[in-house]
Structures are given as C-alpha cells and as structure tokens.
C-alpha cells in the first residue's frame, strides 16, 4: 500500500524558503507521478508541482505558474523521498502542503487533484508578510 507522509512545514517570513519532504513507501509501479498541491482556507486545492518517473528516471516536470522560478521538484530515489524546494516565499504561498502519488501518467490529470489516488496528511507552512 502507498503512503506518503509531508514534513518540514512551518513559520517563514516573505522571502524565506523551506523545503518539503515526501516520505514515500509502498510504490511497486515503474511509472508513476508524485506531486505537490496546497490549500489555503476557505479554498480549493490547487496543483503547485510534479514529476513522473519511469524506472526511477525523471520523465516529466511541471510546476504551476505561480510559482516557476522560485519552487522546483527534486529527489534522489523517488521511492523513498520526494522534496519540494520553496524559494522567496510569499504570504499567497499559505497554505497546507501535500503530496500525492498515482501509477503512470495521465497528461489531462497530472494537475488535477482527482489525477492521484494517494495522499499524505499534510503539513502547514505559513509566510508572514
């Protein structure tokens, strides 16, 4: 069974970066998606960022608009852990942070929330202005 567990949230002031990490077990496909969405309250979540690999090679990347150039995708053995790296943080980036998983790759969900079938609980980062 896929689970996934976030940490490295937290209090940053604008400009500040942290990184996420993405624990990851129980991945038995040799293609699958990992990615990042958030939600701040009293909104929907929304995809920040992710990656598909095939047998453990990166094959496809893409980050949200709101937040290329400042948060990249990254890991070293996707199996295990997954980091989103966040650079010159903004208050708008408030938010829980989760990470989510699937096998394969569905380019018309790969955005989409209802594209992955596993979740991790989150982990809250809040910027202060």
């Known amino acids: 069974q896929v689970q996934l567990v976030e940490s490295g949230g937290g209090l940053v002031q604008a400009g500040g970066s942290l990184r996420l990490s993405c624990a990851v077990s129980?991945?038995?496909?040799?293609?699958?998606?990992i990615a990042w969405f958030r939600q701040a309250p009293g909104k929907e979540r929304e995809f920040v960022a992710f990656?598909?690999?095939?047998?453990?090679?990166?094959?496809?990347?893409e980050l949200a608009d709101s937040v290329k150039g400042r948060f990249s995708i990254s890991s070293i053995n996707p199996k295990n852990t997954v980091y989103l790296q966040m650079n010159r943080l903004k208050p708008e980036d408030t938010a829980v942070y989760y990470c989510?998983?699937?096998?394969?790759?569905?380019?018309?969900?790969?955005?989409?929330?209802?594209?992955?079938?596993?979740w991790g609980p989150g982990t809250q980062v809040t910027v202060s202005s």
């Open positions: 989510a998983a699937r096998g394969g790759y569905e380019s018309l969900l790969a955005t989409s929330p209802s594209g992955y079938n596993y």
């Open positions: 129980g991945i038995t496909f040799n293609t699958y998606s």
């Open positions: 990656r598909t690999w095939s047998l453990e090679q990166p094959l496809k990347t």
